[in-house]
């Protein structure tokens, strides 16, 4: 079974400071990780992707994040917080069937609230 | 880019009526479609996924006469809330992968539909 948790429910930054939103997971299998965004009452929007290939991933709108095995975790990062910046985001980890080419089911985490204060 | 159109984003009906939720993937093949729901200040919970062509899995817990999803082609796909109660109200959400989730596609999102039942 696969798993995810989010740490904090709620972080608040200034703008421009560092955003650090916290994700760690459990896998029985290699894990593809996802962030996305979700602002209020609207669908999800992928940030950024990790699918076995680089373990620095780059999103867009500047955020980025890193799988790091060792500690079971893929943080998203932005260097610097913009106001637009303020949403839920949340961290996923999807199985993989068919050896491992293809996506299974898409768990997600709590989710965290970004609050983006002036 | 790959769209997933979702309607009704809102809908309100009376206790004890069915309302049908429609996904329909606007240019890819949406081979799979999994549905979520997310209850307020909560996470997305997976429903059921579906196969096109083939009956839906629903995830534990999830009364399958009471949430009918329908997959018969590889454009669209429903989920039919039989009989709402104000428990159902909720946000329901869709996503779609294609070519059988071959990780080089990822999941599409549709926007969520907003469901109040009073």
């Known amino acids: 079974a696969q798993s995810v948790t989010q740490l904090g429910s709620h972080v608040s930054v200034s703008e421009g400071a560092l955003v650090l939103l916290r994700c760690n997971y459990s896998?029985?299998?290699?894990?593809?990780l996802f962030w996305y965004v979700q602002y209020p009452n609207q669908g999800l929007q992928l940030l950024l992707k990790?699918?076995?290939?680089?373990?620095l991933v780059k999103g867009i709108n500047g955020f980025e994040a890193e799988f790091k095995k060792s500690e079971t975790s893929f943080h998203l990062t932005k260097p610097s917080a913009h106001m637009s910046d303020a949403a839920e985001y949340f961290c996923?980890?999807?199985?993989?069937?068919?050896?491992?080419?293809?996506?299974?089911?898409?768990?997600f985490g709590q989710g965290t609230i970004l609050t983006v204060h002036p | 880019g790959a769209v997933v159109s979702q309607h009704p984003s809102r809908v309100i009906c009376k206790s004890g009526t069915s309302v049908k939720i429609e996904c329909r993937s606007l240019?890819?093949?949406?081979?799979?479609m999994f549905w979520y729901r997310q209850f307020p200040k909560q996470s997305l919970m997976l429903m059921a996924t579906?196969?096109?062509?083939?009956?839906?899995?629903?995830e534990q817990g999830v009364e399958k006469d009471k949430f009918l999803i329908n997959h018969a082609s590889l454009t669209l796909s429903t989920l039919t809330v039989t009989s709402a109660h104000p428990e159902d109200s909720s946000f329901y959400i869709c996503?779609?992968?294609?070519?059988?989730?071959?990780?080089?596609?990822?999941?599409?999102f549709g926007s969520g539909t907003r469901l109040t039942v009073v």
């Open positions: 996923a980890v999807s199985d993989s069937v068919g050896g491992g080419t293809s996506y299974g089911k898409l768990t």
């Open positions: 896998s029985s299998v290699p894990p593809y």
């Open positions: 990790y699918t076995s290939a680089a373990t």
């Open positions: 240019d890819f093949q949406a081979t799979t």
């Open positions: 579906s196969n096109e062509g083939s009956k839906a899995t629903y």
């Open positions: 996503g779609g992968t294609r070519d059988r989730g071959r990780l080089s596609y990822g999941y599409t």
